[in-house]
């Protein structure tokens, strides 16, 4: 599973950075470009509950084929794309079904105990960060070619093909993934466990209809359980912690939305310098990744007091950053954010897992990659708004975003607190 996820980022990173370039050269507006753009985040937005939902009904394996399959078709209508019209309509498949690397997660949170569960997802994280790294380089390269956008796309769309070989290729075993679901499932004690539970009877009506080949009704028995999932997730006391992350995700894009402006303003030093600075944080993001182990196990495992140290030492690396008055200051702030930052996504996914119940792991995810998505929309335009104040106003601005995350974690303290402790007395 590491190997797709390093692929995925990889070929996606090779394109992607290309494609404003590209849709600009087919005659399209920045206007056009930006609603091309803001589409295909609108889509990822509504789109990641239902595929997550929808991967905990039908299995991974197969939602993760179709996802994959489906993602390498858009990629492909990317390159034959001759028409604004082209490039627009090729954003659709992957802005729906491209999900792969939260089915990817959930299905990893399915095979790996609670205890290991953060050391695998950071070693998962730093596979695709280093992708993420690679892939630009090489698509720069091939887009100095003749027709290179399009070898580029069509590079990407191989890269899912095989992606989608390897895991068909797995070793799966759908019995013994659901009996690790069970009894995970079990553990979980809040009221959304208790709802995942009560809807077996309507999964099992999904796979007696899966055995009789009901094209019919199969399809509305899937969409009819998905809708009481995300029912069951809106139920839920599970609000906190997406607010938690909502909070931290938009403090942390507002730290990079008007970054490499704010280094030219406030210290006069290029934007070539801030992309070197970028990359050497995604660098150190990757080494926090593989240092999860060694760090989960200073914490003995307590996953809430391990996210409310990172999110607090976030919270003053960006005010460090805000209020830095040296470029040393800003490289000291960018280096141990790296860490925190990467520790955090980390601990606030495992937190989701531990209190939501693993047997909804899908779901869960997906609702996670919502309110991601819901970040990445209201991000900008709150930089805008502070940017007309201050350079240093977006990230002042998430200081205050962090100090509300952390009181938060601080108010429900008891309830992170106890699943921690049920996790490590059934461990």
Same mark, same amino acid.
């Given at each position: 599973?590491?190997?797709?996820?390093?692929?995925?980022?990889?070929?996606?990173?090779?394109?992607?950075? !290309?494609?404003? *370039?590209?849709?600009?050269? /087919? $005659?399209? +507006?920045? %206007? #056009?470009?930006?609603?091309?753009? @803001?589409?295909?985040?609108?889509?990822?937005?509504?789109?990641?509950?239902?595929?997550?939902?929808?991967?905990?009904?039908?299995?991974?394996?197969?939602?993760?084929?179709?996802?994959?399959? !489906?993602?390498? *078709?858009?990629?492909?209508? /990317? $390159?034959? +794309?001759? %028409? #604004?019209?082209?490039?627009?309509? @090729?954003?659709?498949?992957?802005?729906?079904?491209?999900?792969?690397?939260?089915?990817?997660?959930?299905?990893?949170?399915?095979?790996?105990?609670?205890?290991?569960?953060?050391?695998?997802?950071?070693?998962?994280?730093?596979?695709?960060?280093? $992708?993420?790294?690679?892939?630009?380089?090489?698509?720069?390269?091939?887009?100095?070619?003749?027709?290179?956008?399009?070898?580029?796309?069509?590079?990407?769309?191989?890269?899912?093909?095989?992606?989608?070989?390897?895991?068909?290729?797995?070793?799966?075993?759908?019995?013994?993934?659901?009996?690790?679901?069970?009894?995970?499932?079990?553990?979980?004690?809040?009221?959304?466990?208790?709802?995942?539970?009560?809807?077996?009877?309507?999964?099992?009506?999904?796979?007696?209809?899966?055995?009789?080949?009901?094209?019919?009704?199969?399809?509305?028995?899937?969409?009819?359980?998905?809708?009481?999932?995300?029912?069951?997730?809106?139920?839920?006391?599970?609000?906190?912690?997406?607010?938690?992350?909502?909070?931290?995700?938009?403090?942390?894009?507002?730290?990079?939305?008007?970054?490499?402006?704010?280094?030219?303003?406030?210290?006069?030093?290029?934007?070539?310098?801030?992309?070197?600075?970028?990359?050497?944080?995604?660098?150190?993001?990757?080494?926090?990744?593989?240092?999860?182990?060694?760090?989960?196990?200073?914490?003995?495992?307590?996953?809430?007091?391990?996210?409310?140290?990172?999110?607090?030492?976030?919270?003053?690396?960006?005010?460090?950053?805000?209020?830095?008055?040296?470029?040393?200051?800003?490289?000291?702030?960018?280096?141990?954010?790296?860490?925190?930052?990467?520790?955090?996504?980390?601990?606030?996914?495992?937190?989701?897992?531990?209190?939501?119940?693993?047997?909804?792991?899908?779901?869960?995810?997906?609702?996670?990659?919502?309110?991601?998505?819901?970040?990445?929309?209201?991000?900008?335009?709150?930089?805008?708004?502070?940017?007309?104040?201050?350079?240093?106003?977006?990230?002042?601005?998430?200081?205050?975003?962090?100090?509300?995350?952390?009181?938060?974690?601080?108010?429900?303290?008891?309830?992170?607190?106890?699943?921690?402790?049920?996790?490590?007395?059934?461990?």
């Amino acid at each position: 599973l590491f190997l797709p996820s390093f692929q995925d980022l990889f070929g996606v990173s090779m394109v992607v950075p !290309l494609m404003h *370039l590209h849709v600009k050269s /087919l $005659g399209a +507006s920045h %206007t #056009v470009a930006g609603i091309i753009g @803001s589409l295909y985040g609108i889509m990822q937005l509504f789109s990641s509950t239902f595929v997550g939902c929808w991967s905990d009904i039908v299995g991974r394996r197969y939602s993760l084929l179709a996802c994959i399959l !489906l993602s390498a *078709l858009g990629y492909f209508l /990317l $390159g034959t +794309s001759t %028409t #604004v019209f082209l490039f627009a309509i @090729s954003r659709v498949p992957v802005g729906i079904f491209k999900h792969t690397l939260s089915i990817s997660k959930a299905l990893l949170s399915d095979l790996v105990s609670e205890r290991d569960r953060p050391l695998v997802m950071g070693r998962f994280n730093a596979a695709s960060s280093v $992708g993420f790294i690679l892939g630009p380089v090489v698509g720069g390269y091939l887009t100095e070619l003749e027709d290179g956008f399009y070898q580029t796309s069509f590079i990407c769309a191989s890269i899912f093909l095989l992606n989608a070989g390897l895991v068909w290729m797995l070793p799966w075993s759908e019995e013994n993934t659901g009996n690790r679901e069970h009894q995970q499932g079990n553990k979980g004690t809040d009221s959304f466990s208790a709802k995942v539970n009560r809807d077996l009877h309507l999964k099992s009506a999904t796979n007696g209809a899966m055995a009789s080949n009901s094209l019919f009704w199969f399809p509305w028995i899937q969409v009819a359980t998905v809708l009481k999932r995300i029912k069951g997730i809106a139920c839920s006391d599970l609000w906190d912690i997406f607010l938690v992350r909502l909070l931290m995700s938009v403090a942390i894009l507002l730290y990079y939305s008007n970054f490499s402006l704010a280094l030219e303003e406030r210290f006069g030093v290029k934007p070539l310098f801030a992309g070197y600075l970028m990359s050497y944080s995604s660098a150190l993001g990757v080494l926090a990744g593989c240092l999860l182990g060694p760090i989960t196990r200073l914490y003995q495992h307590n996953t809430y007091r391990l996210l409310l140290h990172s999110s607090t030492l976030t919270c003053t690396l960006i005010l460090l950053y805000a209020s830095a008055l040296s470029i040393w200051m800003v490289i000291l702030s960018s280096t141990f954010l790296a860490f925190s930052t990467t520790i955090g996504r980390t601990c606030i996914l495992d937190l989701e897992l531990t209190i939501g119940g693993n047997e909804a792991s899908g779901t869960l995810l997906g609702v996670g990659q919502s309110v991601t998505s819901v970040g990445r929309i209201v991000a900008p335009l709150l930089s805008g708004i502070a940017q007309e104040f201050s350079p240093c106003g977006p990230p002042s601005l998430g200081v205050g975003l962090a100090l509300v995350a952390i009181l938060i974690m601080n108010m429900n303290k008891q309830k992170y607190c106890s699943h921690g402790n049920v996790k490590l007395k059934n461990q």
